[in-house]
């Protein structure tokens, strides 16, 4: 795993999988794949039925737990797991058409793991924003492939508050590739892939797991799109350091860019 500094410091450039440093003061260089992959996002449309086609849902009931929500309260709230989770339970009871959904590039105060903090200059720097979109769901809900990809990490994270199960996959097109990545799974269904194997568009990925071994979160899935992966292997940030939001965003589009789901951002939160 590498482990970056600030964005201030560096960007990269991508070369067949070769990265290359460059100084740039937020006078940041796109990732070359960037256009080419919101170019084809905009001629895509997936439903929340091929990701989760158990559920037989296509709209989202959006969910809010940023610094500035009034819903569940603070951290000692959100990390409380029988009171979260009955909230989302009468959250849903209230919409049941509906997937709870929502988080991207939301800052939250809810990480307390020491797996977000760093040390710089004697001063400690948290990783608060969140990278992907998290659709709460029941545990053992099955998660499947919405469109070909090569498995390129299969791997259990213990910490807690990490990802539990998490599987990476690589999505090959014509002129370009992506990734996505699905965290908080059990671990049984996580490692059942292989490095290597093609998981076929409809075939299922993984299943949920409890907070028990989900990084003791109330159950969701962590969905994720990366246009690389860095020198990450087995893990792959989830959450990014405030200072650091620009290079993140740029090299971790929005999920919803595949989906087009209305409501599907913070600020149309409810919640």
């Not at 450039?13 to 080419?36: C, D, S, V």
């Not at 988080?103 to 608060?128: H, M, P, Q, W």
């Not at 990450?232 to 620009?246: C, K, L, R």
């Not at 090299?251 to 409501?263: H, I, Q, W, Y």
Request: charged content about 25%; hydrophobic content about 40%; overall charge negative.
């Amino acid at each position: 795993m590498c482990e970056f500094s600030t964005l201030s410091y560096f960007y990269f450039m991508e070369q067949q999988e070769n990265f290359i440093a460059i100084k740039n003061n937020y006078g940041f260089l796109k990732h070359p794949n960037e256009n080419k992959f919101e170019k084809w996002a905009k001629t895509q449309h997936f439903s929340l039925i091929e990701l989760f086609p158990t559920i037989h849902k296509t709209a989202i009931c959006p969910l809010d737990v940023s610094i500035n929500s009034t819903w569940i309260g603070g951290e000692e709230e959100f990390n409380n797991l029988p009171f979260f989770e009955e909230k989302i339970e009468k959250l849903q009871a209230e919409n049941p058409d509906k997937i709870i959904a929502g988080g991207y590039l939301e800052k939250r105060a809810l990480y307390t793991s020491s797996l977000f903090v760093r040390k710089i200059n004697d001063e400690f720097d948290r990783r608060n924003t969140h990278l992907g979109i998290d659709f709460w769901l029941p545990k053992n809900t099955p998660i499947h492939a919405i469109i070909e990809g090569e498995v390129v990490c299969a791997s259990v994270d213990l910490e807690h508050k990490g990802y539990g199960g998490l599987v990476i996959l690589k999505h090959t097109l014509e002129n370009f590739h992506f990734y996505s990545l699905y965290g908080h799974l059990s671990v049984k269904s996580a490692l059942k892939n292989v490095i290597g194997d093609v998981i076929k568009k409809g075939e299922k990925i993984a299943e949920l797991g409890d907070a028990n071994e989900n990084g003791d979160w109330v159950p969701h899935l962590h969905f994720q799109i990366m246009l690389t992966l860095l020198e990450y292997q087995n893990d792959f940030p989830g959450v990014a350091f405030e200072s650091e939001i620009e290079f993140w965003k740029n090299v971790c589009p929005n999920p919803n860019l595949l989906f087009k789901l209305e409501g599907l951002s913070s600020k149309n939160s409810a919640f």
